[in-house]
């Protein structure tokens, strides 16, 4: 790598809102340029500043190989989003390159509607049969990159929910006992094509900080945390609010150019200010 190109990487890395402007506007061939040197964790940290056709436009125009490595360097919610936005024909190719674990987590979300429980939840999500013992479930938890967090998800051999308990619970269980004996039940749930409206409004948050998502056949299928909703819905409003204010702050330049141009067609009388009255 050029040393000129070592400092457009080291700016993109320290500021990616700034690239994320110039990466937007740059015509293919330099935008490609651009992503083909830079690491692929660099561009994955400027694409995260980009709104969504405009990072999934910079997927498009690289080689399959190096889309994928830039999606495994972004947080899911954020690839989700630009995969959504892909052509069916590139999202396909792309979605084949990536690593199992990730294809499998897109995978899960792309196949429900957009600002639905399905298309916002995490796909990992620990679930345990209802026969397993509460040692077990304790091994599994010391596991590097184990999904356990609070809540213990318990389901038959089809994959169905039916029911739900605490790590608290478990670890304070007597040796042996089964998550059947220990689940509580009826437990309450997300549809996976809940809309997102719907979601904030489940009676389930005034009692539990995350919701399974569960698809037609009740199978579980993914998670739905109160903070990942949050945050999705809080990025929505700044989105949203900072699409207003461009689109004001356009009329406004607009308004004053083309004041500008009325008054160039004035003669002026005088070149030194008006004296103070």
Same mark, same amino acid.
């Given at each position: 790598?050029?040393?000129?190109?070592?400092?457009?990487?080291?700016?993109?890395?320290?500021?990616?809102?700034?690239?994320?402007?110039?990466?937007?506007?740059?015509?293919?061939?330099?935008?490609?340029?651009?992503?083909?040197?830079?690491?692929?964790?660099t561009?994955a940290?400027?694409?995260?500043?980009?709104?969504?056709?405009?990072?999934?436009?910079?997927?498009?125009?690289?080689?399959?190989?190096r889309?994928?490595a830039?999606?495994d360097?972004?947080?899911?919610?954020?690839a989700?989003?630009?995969?959504?936005?892909l052509?069916?024909?590139?999202?396909?190719?792309?979605?084949?390159?990536?690593?199992?674990?990730?294809?499998?987590?897109?995978?899960?979300?792309?196949?429900?509607?957009e600002?639905t429980?399905g298309?916002?939840?995490?796909?990992?999500?620990?679930?345990f049969?209802?026969?397993?013992?509460v040692e077990?479930?304790?091994?599994?938890?010391?596991?590097?990159?184990?999904e356990?967090?609070?809540?213990?998800?318990?389901?038959?051999?089809?994959?169905?929910?039916?029911?739900?308990?605490?790590?608290?619970?478990?670890?304070?269980?007597?040796?042996?006992?089964?998550?059947?004996?220990?689940?509580?039940?009826p +437990?309450?749930? #997300?549809?996976?094509?809940?809309?997102?409206? /719907?979601?904030?409004?489940?009676? $389930?948050?005034? %009692?539990? !900080? @995350?919701?399974p998502v569960?698809?037609e056949?009740?199978?579980?299928?993914?998670?739905?945390?109160?903070?990942?909703?949050?945050?999705?819905?809080?990025?929505?409003?700044?989105?949203?609010?900072e699409?207003?204010?461009?689109? +004001?702050?356009? #009329?406004g330049e607009?308004?004053?150019?083309? /004041?500008?141009?009325?008054?160039? $067609?004035?003669? %002026?009388? !005088? @070149?030194?200010?008006?004296?103070r009255?």
């Amino acid at each position: 790598m050029s040393l000129s190109w070592r400092i457009a990487e080291d700016f993109a890395r320290s500021h990616p809102l700034e690239a994320s402007g110039k990466l937007e506007s740059a015509p293919d061939a330099e935008a490609r340029a651009m992503v083909d040197v830079f690491e692929p964790a660099t561009t994955a940290a400027v694409l995260a500043m980009m709104t969504p056709l405009a990072g999934a436009r910079v997927l498009r125009i690289v080689a399959t190989e190096r889309a994928s490595a830039i999606l495994d360097g972004l947080s899911l919610d954020r690839a989700s989003e630009l995969v959504r936005c892909l052509p069916s024909s590139f999202r396909q190719g792309i979605l084949g390159a990536c690593r199992d674990a990730r294809r499998k987590e897109l995978e899960s979300r792309l196949r429900y509607p957009e600002q639905t429980a399905g298309a916002l939840m995490e796909p990992r999500v620990a679930s345990f049969h209802l026969d397993t013992t509460v040692e077990d479930v304790l091994a599994r938890l010391h596991r590097p990159g184990s999904e356990l967090r609070y809540y213990v998800y318990v389901v038959n051999e089809n994959q169905k929910l039916e029911g739900v308990t605490t790590l608290r619970d478990v670890a304070a269980a007597q040796a042996g006992t089964s998550l059947r004996s220990l689940m509580s039940r009826p +437990v309450e749930q #997300l549809s996976a094509r809940t809309s997102k409206g /719907a979601i904030a409004t489940h009676p $389930g948050w005034s %009692r539990f !900080s @995350s919701l399974p998502v569960v698809d037609e056949s009740g199978r579980l299928t993914g998670v739905m945390r109160y903070e990942t909703f949050r945050r999705l819905s809080s990025e929505t409003a700044t989105s949203e609010e900072e699409s207003t204010l461009g689109v +004001v702050l356009a #009329l406004g330049e607009l308004f004053w150019l083309s /004041a500008s141009n009325l008054l160039d $067609g004035f003669p %002026r009388e !005088s @070149s030194q200010p008006e004296p103070r009255q």
